[in-house]
Nanobody
C-alpha cells in the first residue's frame, strides 16, 4: 500500500481558489488510480474526483464539474486538486485515496485501499 499525505487546505472566500496536493510514498504510485473525497460535518464522505493511473481519464461529481481539476505527476508521486470558484458548500475535510484497481472507475470509499489524514477546506461568504 501507499502512504498518503494531503496539504494545501485553508480558509478562502467564496469565489477564490485553492490547490490541494497529496504526496504518496512507495515505488508503485503510478500503478494506482487516485481520487479525492470530502466530508462535511455530520455528513457522509462523498466522492469528488477520480484520475486513472496514467492520468488519461478523469471523472468528477456533478457539483464540481467545471470548477475543480484533478491531475497527477507520477514522477513526483503526487496528485493534485485545483479548486476554482469555491463555494461555501465546498467546505469540508478533503481526503485523497488510492485504489489498486488502476483502470475501472471507482467512486465509493470502500473501493479505495489507502487514505490520507485529510486537509480542511473552509469557504466563507
Amino acid at each position: 500500500q501507499v502512504q498518503l499525505v494531503e496539504s494545501g487546505g485553508g480558509l478562502v472566500q467564496a469565489g477564490g481558489s485553492l490547490r490541494l496536493s497529496c504526496a504518496a510514498s512507495g515505488r508503485t504510485f503510478s500503478s494506482y488510480a487516485m481520487a479525492w473525497f470530502r466530508q462535511a460535518p455530520g455528513k457522509e464522505r462523498e466522492f469528488v474526483a477520480y484520475i486513472k493511473w496514467s492520468g488519461s481519464y478523469t471523472y468528477y461529481t456533478d457539483s464540481v464539474k467545471g470548477r475543480f481539476t484533478i491531475s497527477r505527476d507520477n514522477a513526483k508521486n503526487t496528485v493534485y486538486l485545483q479548486m476554482n470558484n469555491l463555494k461555501p458548500e465546498d467546505t469540508a475535510v478533503y481526503f485523497c485515496a488510492a485504489s489498486k484497481e488502476p483502470i475501472i472507475l471507482k467512486t465509493t470509499p470502500a473501493d479505495f485501499d489507502s487514505w490520507g489524514q485529510g486537509t480542511q477546506v473552509t469557504v466563507s461568504l
